[in-house]
């Protein structure tokens, strides 16, 4: 599964597989958080299927969704790069399903295999730059992202 996410496609398959081995994959229901606005980021998770809602508390207390996630897309890669607090609560829509890649896990790989720390970081890099995020599933504003996969920092 996770050799066909964009940030890893493309990777050796020994890369790919022990990124699979690694990741655990955890199922939500609709309206189940999945991480919230505030948190300390430790992971990376990336949507092996489903609608995830990407919702922003702003500083008068009020909750907008900025974004809408899909299979493919992932979120929390400024967690594991700068040791951040989630800037945003991402939210089940529907059912689905998202592989959780920790911290640790992440950091062994990268040390291992810089490919992976490469991709995170222009991810990352990215993601800063961007000018929007997208508001329905799959498309983006950012044309730094071509094939519609948005990370967001939550």
């Known amino acids: 599964m996770v050799c066909i996410i964009p940030l890893f496609k493309g990777l050796p398959e020994a890369i790919t597989t022990q990124l699979s081995n690694q990741a655990k994959l955890l ?46 897309n992932f979120f929390g890669e400024k967690g594991l790069l700068d040791d951040a607090i989630r800037t945003a609560t991402v939210r089940a829509l529907k059912e689905g399903s998202v592989l959780r890649l920790t911290h640790k896990t992440i950091v062994d790989i990268s040390e291992q295999y810089h490919e992976v720390a490469q991709r995170l970081q222009h991810a990352h890099k990215n993601n800063q730059m961007g000018s929007s995020a997208p508001t329905s599933s799959g498309s983006s504003d950012d044309s730094s992202y071509p094939d519609g996969n948005f990370p967001v920092n939550r």
Do not use: K, P, R, W
């Open 27 to 72: 199922t939500f229901l609709a309206d189940d958080t999945v991480v919230e606005q505030g948190e300390h980021g430790n992971a990376l998770y990336i949507i092996a299927h489903g609608l995830f809602g990407v919702f922003h508390i702003d500083d008068s207390g009020n909750e907008q969704m900025i974004a809408q996630l899909c299979d493919g």
